[in-house]
Structures are given as structure tokens and as C-alpha cells.
């Protein structure tokens, strides 16, 4: 299975700034999914990162808030913009594997103040 | 539309003391049903695939099976390093991996 790594673990953030999450697997995978869950919560898709073309975002998550990079087929970053006490979450970044399910990366902690 | 629910929302446990978990679920037709364990403020690991009703995986104390409507996680003689939130997932058969549903977990403790 992949192995995903996301930077930062955890962050403590002040309101009105934004952060860029990292993704790194070690292997060359097509699409990389970036998930929400606020604290009590379940998982909640926000977007589909597709190497060379623009991320497709799930209802109710928009680029302006969340823009994606996807610049080759190991590493992806999430942007958390403008960022509210609302935003606090775990962000995780996943991938599929050949059975059809999902890997997590670790997940970074965002504390927004 | 596919849905999954999970029961029940917490359980505590005494060490040694058996229990399941349980995953109802409703798709058009099933791709996979996943279950996973996830600490406090960690992403979720990787149990189990099942992929057809009749279907059993077991690894260490737990044990997961499958029905056409629901899915069980039997955890045998637990230790507190058991207690975890176990999540269930479900893939629809045409579905990409976008369209995974999550349930809302069980959140297991297991007291010594």
C-alpha cells in the first residue's frame, strides 16, 4: 500500500490567515482526494486532485476557499484561505488503492484562534 | 441514494469483554465495504475490504462480516489499546472513489 505523507501534523493559526497542507506518496498515483473532518464528525470530501487539470470540488467547497495544486503524480497541496474558527479540522489526504479503497495520510490538525 | 449508518455512536468496554459494531448500508450495488480504525487526531487506518455477503476477515481480536444489508465488527476479548473510532465505509459498483460514504463511527473504549 502507499505510503502518504502530510505536513504540517498540526498547526495553531490565527484568524484571517491562510496554510498550505502538503501531500507526498510514494508512488505515482492519478487522483488524490482531500477530506474534511471537523471535530466529532465524520470524513467530508472536499475535492479531487487530478494531475493536469484543476480539482474537482465536492457541494458547498469552492476553489477560492480551498484552492489545490497538483503539480506531477506524488504530491498535491491544499489551501486552507481566509481561515475562521469554523475551518478547525483535521485535513486528510487520500489515496485509491488497486482493491478500490482508500489510504490516509496522518492528517494535519488545524486550530484556528 | 447510498447511505451508511453506524451503531452504536460510543461503547464502553471492560478489558476481555466481547463485543460488535455494527454497519448498516444501503447501495444499488456493492463495489466494497471498508472498515477502519482512527485514534484522536490521526488519520484513519486500513482493516478490512469485504466484498460479498457471507464474507469474513479477521485480523488479531477483530473479525468482520458481511450481509447484504449490513456489516459487523466482532471484537474479541478486547485490550485498552483496542479503544479507537472504528469507521465503515461503503463504495457503490459504479461509483469512483470520490462517491466513498463514510458512517459517523463508534467510538470503542476499552477500560482496564
Known amino acids: 500500500s502507499a505510503v502518504i505523507s502530510q505536513k504540517p501534523s498540526r498547526d495553531i493559526c490565527q484568524r484571517g490567515t491562510s496554510l498550505t497542507i502538503q501531500c507526498q506518496v510514494d508512488?505515482?498515483?492519478?487522483?488524490m482526494f482531500w477530506y474534511r473532518q471537523q471535530p466529532g464528525q465524520s470524513l467530508t470530501l472536499i475535492a479531487t486532485?487530478?494531475?493536469?487539470?484543476?480539482?474537482?470540488?465536492e457541494s458547498g467547497f469552492v476553489i477560492d476557499k480551498f484552492p489545490i495544486s497538483r503539480p506531477n503524480l506524488t504530491f498535491s497541496t491544499l489551501t486552507v484561505s481566509n481561515m475562521s474558527p469554523e475551518d478547525s479540522s483535521i485535513y486528510l489526504c487520500?489515496?485509491?488503492?488497486?482493491?478500490?479503497?482508500?489510504?490516509f495520510g496522518e492528517g494535519s490538525r488545524l486550530t484556528v484562534l | 441514494e447510498d447511505q451508511v449508518t453506524q451503531s452504536p455512536e460510543a461503547l464502553r468496554l471492560q478489558e476481555g469483554e466481547s463485543s460488535s459494531l455494527n454497519c448498516s448500508y444501503t447501495v444499488s450495488g456493492l463495489r466494497g465495504l471498508f472498515w477502519y480504525r482512527q485514534d484522536p487526531g490521526k488519520g484513519p487506518e486500513f482493516l478490512f475490504t469485504?466484498?460479498?455477503a457471507g464474507e469474513e476477515k479477521e485480523k488479531e481480536r477483530l473479525k468482520a462480516t458481511l450481509t447484504k444489508k449490513e456489516s459487523f465488527l466482532h471484537i474479541t476479548a478486547p485490550k485498552p489499546e483496542d479503544s479507537a473510532t472504528y469507521l465503515c465505509?461503503?463504495?457503490?459498483?459504479?461509483?469512483?472513489?470520490?462517491?466513498?460514504?463514510f458512517g459517523s463511527g463508534t467510538r470503542l473504549s476499552i477500560r482496564p
Open positions: 469485504l466484498y460479498s
Open positions: 486532485a487530478n494531475q493536469g487539470s484543476e480539482a474537482t470540488y
Open positions: 465505509a461503503v463504495r457503490d459498483t459504479y461509483s469512483s472513489a470520490s462517491k466513498i460514504i
Open positions: 508512488s505515482q498515483v492519478t487522483m
Open positions: 487520500s489515496v485509491e488503492e488497486s482493491a478500490g479503497e482508500l489510504f
